[in-house]
C-alpha cells in the first residue's frame, strides 16, 4: 500500500502570505492519480485539485498544484480567510486509494 | 447539479450493525460508481470500498472485508452500506462519494455526501 505523508502538519500564515503543503509518496505515484482536497470545519471534504494540477470546478486560480513520481505540492499564492482547512492529498492505484494524514491551515 | 444526500445519524451498541443510505441526483445513477470513505472523529480520511452502480459489482478494503456490505436500488438512486459488529473504533462520519475522473472507478471522488456520524457505545 502506498503511504502519503504530508507536512506541515499544522501551517500558520497570514493573509496575503503564500503557503505550500507537501504530499510526499511511499513510492512512486502517477501524476493523474493525485488528488488534493480541501475539508472546512465541519463540512464534508471538497474536490480541490485533481491529475496533480488541474483546479476542480469553481476552485480559485490562487491554488495551484505540482509534482511527480513521490513528490507532490499545493500552493495556496495569497492566503484569504476563507481557506482556512484541512487539506488532504490522495492516490489512487492497484485498486486501491489512499490520504495522507492532512495539513491544517491556519491563519493568523 | 448532482447532490449526494445522506441519512441521519446513529447510535449503535457495540455488536449491532448500521446501514447508511446516500441518495443521488441531478444525474444518470447507473453511470458511475460510489464509494464509501469514513473519518474517525479528529482524524484523518480512510477508504472503505466501492459499488458499480450499474452492475452491483463491489470491492472493499481489506480491513473490512467480511463486515461491510454495500448495495443499491436503481429504482429509487439509493446506495447503501452496512457494517457488521459494530465496535467503539467505528465510530466515525461516514461519507459516500461518486468516483470522478480518469475511466471506471474514478481517480478520485467529487461530489461527496454530507456525512453521517455513526456512534457507537454501550
Known amino acids: 500500500e502506498i503511504v502519503l505523508t504530508q507536512s506541515p502538519g499544522t501551517l500558520s500564515l497570514s493573509p496575503g502570505e503564500r503557503a505550500t503543503l507537501s504530499c510526499r509518496a511511499s513510492?512512486?505515484?502517477?501524476?493523474?492519480?493525485l488528488t488534493w482536497y480541501q475539508q472546512k470545519p465541519g463540512q464534508a471534504p471538497r474536490l480541490l485539485m485533481y491529475?496533480?494540477?488541474n483546479r476542480a470546478t469553481g476552485i480559485p486560480d490562487r491554488f495551484s498544484g505540482t509534482g511527480s513520481g513521490t513528490d507532490f505540492t499545493l500552493t495556496i499564492s495569497r492566503l484569504d480567510p476563507e481557506d482556512i482547512a484541512v487539506y488532504y492529498c490522495?492516490?489512487?492505484?492497484?485498486?486501491?486509494?489512499?490520504f495522507g494524514q492532512g495539513t491544517k491551515l491556519e491563519i493568523k | 447539479q448532482v447532490q449526494l444526500v445522506q441519512s441521519g445519524a446513529e447510535v449503535k451498541e457495540p455488536g449491532a450493525s448500521v446501514r447508511v443510505s446516500c441518495k443521488a441526483s441531478?444525474?444518470?445513477?447507473?453511470?458511475?460508481?460510489m464509494h464509501w470513505v469514513r473519518q474517525a472523529p479528529g482524524q484523518g480520511l480512510e477508504w472503505m470500498g466501492i459499488?458499480?452502480?450499474?452492475?452491483?459489482?463491489?470491492s472493499y478494503a481489506q480491513k473490512f472485508r467480511g463486515r461491510v456490505t454495500m448495495t443499491r436500488d436503481t429504482s429509487t438512486s439509493t446506495v447503501y452500506m452496512e457494517l457488521n459488529s459494530l465496535r467503539s473504533e467505528d465510530t466515525a462520519v461516514y461519507y459516500c462519494?461518486?468516483?470522478?475522473?480518469?475511466?471506471?472507478?474514478?481517480?478520485?471522488?467529487?461530489?461527496w455526501g454530507q456525512g453521517t456520524l455513526v456512534t457507537v457505545s454501550s
Open positions: 490522495q492516490q489512487y492505484g492497484s485498486s486501491r486509494y489512499t
Open positions: 513510492q512512486s505515484v502517477s501524476s493523474s492519480y
Open positions: 459499488i458499480n452502480l450499474s452492475a452491483a459489482g463491489t
Open positions: 491529475g496533480a494540477s
Open positions: 441531478g444525474y444518470t445513477f447507473t453511470s458511475s460508481y
Open positions: 462519494a461518486r468516483g470522478f475522473g480518469g475511466s471506471g472507478w474514478g481517480t478520485c471522488f467529487d461530489p
